[in-house]
């Protein structure tokens, strides 16, 4: 139930939101028609298929669309809704619906008669037509506008989940910014509704920032943003909500509840520091100390601590636990009371956009070890084991070793999934691969047989109406009233299969449940891909043979016939008692990176900046995941690629 100032500041926004859109739609939907439809938007939360050979052709497309919008008829449902006569527009649009045969017209008629609908505050009818609407593939030009106003009538009328799941199918930056501020006003008021208050705050700065200097300082966007902030008490999430958004016309509203020592704007007390003290920020207690103590010794052999050959380099180590607030205050205290001239961490992802920005403000050169990569800046370099690293490599053997072209990518909805569908996708296109099919599942699911239907053009039955008659005359010929294993040919579509290989990052226990789903739906002869989370025994038994010739990468292998991977390995072995894992050896080789772009140095003071600099210099340094070279704000090198073969891991030759 709505409180009072809700429904005030709802009934606002819907006013602006109904009267600003059907105006944009008109002109949308006039300037569509005159201009080639634009490519379909890579979208990975949508859970509904990226297929390109369902859309109709341009030129089809374009008849259609300037045969609806120079009708006479919509005209005059458009005339009668800009004049706020919305009972008019919905008779008429009505009559217009029973007089049209295309697709595509009927999205504009339905969208309109959707919007009159939401006018007169009926969200349940509105929902009805904006998704018939959206049902006909209109023009990716207006497809986001429609998506918002479905959205928008979800919300009102109080589908909270349904309205985020639409949204998450929208990409804000194909909206105009007066749209794109509504659009993230209503997304942080259904999140005020699931109590997630962090993204309805954040949410509410990037409204207010679409909305500018002037407009995004109204009262609906402050009323919003003390509703989301208000039950937030921890100064982490505090930061959360502020990081990337300080320029936000409202950040100050949050900025005056963090607490000094944490301000990530703070200016550093110096810019310089001693050439041989390096800062160290790993978890030592709480309930990652066990991975931070092994990580700290790979760093220790890194730069020989113990070893009297070593040159002499001092780490000054700081416990972050499990805590954005204490890393913060470690990483201050190493940049303003240690002295150091670079930091190597931190390990955990948790909380790492706002660790990195506050290192960028101090101008502090950060090695970061966390499988995220943080916030992008001057003086941040990713070490781990990143989405976009193992992507890229994973779609380069695919095409240029093993020859693949097309792929489609089954990811879970997840910023995980989404950040590894993203990265691999745009690794594909790099490479001058296609990627024809994208598909998501919802965290929790055991059953793929609809998402690799969807991915074998099977799911939407009435795309391929031609082929079903067909069958059902070859069925009456030859007198075939029963389906069985041998007359199933004659009653099942055969899947359309236009992708040579399918990327699935996801973790073993999924993956050998979707594996399987693609041979007993009859999709076979393609190559499966993965990532690091592939090489574990897991995948052997839970994928079985349908694993077997999946590529997959992982920094490293403990079979890997690289001499540098064999000393680290034989070296943590001897000291530490257990085998290293990839954590371990991505911490060695970005203290070796470190190491080696400093240790002809002279004991002395530094600036920050030399010594960033001398970071970026680093190239095909042999370590024990490969030759790491600087690029692109991270050490990359060429991981190790693996394989299935006669149900063992193995190197792929």
């Not at 780490?315 to 930091?343: F, H, K, M, P, Y």
């Not at 690799?452 to 069925?475: H, M, N, S």
């Not at 839970?542 to 990468?553: E, I, N, T, Y």
Request: proline residues 5%.
């Amino acid at each position: 139930m709505k409180n009072a100032s809700q429904s005030d500041s709802l009934s606002e926004m819907t006013a602006n939101r109904i009267r600003v859109l059907g105006t944009l739609l008109v002109f949308a939907f006039v300037s569509a028609c005159s201009s080639t439809p634009k490519p379909a938007q890579k979208n990975l939360d949508s859970g509904k298929e990226f297929q390109p050979k369902t859309l109709p052709n341009a030129a089809v497309r374009a008849k259609e669309e300037n045969a609806i919008t120079k009708n006479p008829e919509y005209i005059a449902v458009q005339n009668a809704f800009q004049h706020g006569k919305f009972a008019e527009a919905i008779e008429r649009a009505n009559a217009l619906e029973k007089k049209t045969k295309s697709m595509l017209s009927l999205a504009y008629v339905r969208n309109l008669k959707g919007l009159s609908y939401l006018a007169t505050r009926k969200p349940l009818p509105a929902i009805v037509q904006f998704q018939r609407a959206l049902d006909y593939q209109p023009p990716e030009l207006i497809k986001p506008y429609l998506q918002y106003n479905l959205a928008a009538a979800l919300t009102d009328a109080d589908q909270v989940d349904d309205a985020l799941e639409t949204l998450k199918e929208i990409d804000p930056k194909s909206l105009n910014l007066e749209t794109r501020a509504k659009f993230f006003a209503v997304r942080a008021k259904n999140l005020i509704a699931k109590g997630q208050y962090v993204q309805a705050a954040r949410s509410t700065l990037e409204a207010s920032r679409a909305a500018g200097p002037q407009a995004g300082t109204k009262a609906t966007y402050v009323e919003l943003l003390d509703r989301s902030v208000s039950p937030i008490s921890k100064q982490e999430e505090l930061l959360a909500v502020l990081t990337g958004l300080e320029d936000s016309p409202i950040a100050d509203r949050v900025k005056q509840r963090i607490a000094p020592g944490l301000n990530l704007e703070a200016p550093p007390v110096t810019t310089s520091g001693e050439a041989r003290q390096i800062g160290v920020l790993l978890p030592l207690s709480g309930r990652f100390a066990d991975f931070g103590s092994r990580v700290l010794h790979a760093i220790t052999l890194a730069f020989r601590t113990y070893d009297p050959t070593g040159v002499d380099f001092k780490l000054e180590v700081e416990d972050t636990g499990d805590s954005v607030e204490q890393t913060i205050r470690a990483l201050n205290r190493l940049a303003n009371e240690r002295g150091v001239v670079a930091v190597i961490g931190p390990l955990l992802s948790k909380g790492i956009d706002q660790v990195t920005a506050r290192a960028e403000t101090l101008g502090m050169p950060m090695v970061t070890l966390s499988q995220q990569p943080g916030t992008p800046g001057d003086y941040i370099i990713s070490a781990g084991l990143t989405p976009k690293m193992q992507s890229y490599e994973v779609a380069k053997t695919a095409i240029e070793k093993l020859g693949l072209k097309r792929f489609a990518i089954v990811t879970p909805r997840d910023r995980f999934g989404e950040q590894y569908s993203q990265s691999f996708w745009d690794a594909v296109e790099s490479l001058g691969g296609t990627v024809t099919g994208v598909e998501s599942y919802s965290a929790g699911e055991t059953d793929f047989r609809q998402v690799v239907d969807r991915l074998a053009g099977t799911y939407y039955k009435e795309a391929r109406q031609r082929e079903l008659d067909a069958l059902e005359k070859t069925r009456t010929e030859m007198k075939i009233t029963h389906k069985t294993r041998k007359t199933a040919q004659y009653f099942d579509l055969p899947p359309i299969v236009e992708f040579d290989a399918v990327f699935i990052p996801d973790e073993p226990k999924i993956v050998g449940q979707i594996l399987p789903t693609f041979a007993y739906r009859d999709v076979d002869k393609v190559k499966f891909l993965g990532i690091s989370t592939w090489d574990s025994p897991e995948l052997l038994k839970r994928a079985g043979a349908f694993a077997d010739g999946s590529v997959f990468v992982d920094g490293l292998f403990a079979d890997s016939n690289s001499v540098a991977a064999q000393k680290f390995i034989t070296r943590f072995m001897r000291d530490a008692g257990t085998a290293p894992t990839t954590i371990e050896a991505m911490a060695y080789d970005a203290g070796l990176a470190v190491e080696a772009a400093l240790r002809d140095l002279n004991p002395g003071s530094i600036s920050r900046s030399d010594v960033r600099n001398r970071l970026k210099s680093i190239s095909d340094l042999a370590g024990a995941t490969g030759k790491i070279t600087y690029r692109d704000g991270e050490y990359a090198r060429n991981l190790t690629l693996l394989t299935v073969k006669g149900g063992k891991i193995t190197e792929l030759r």
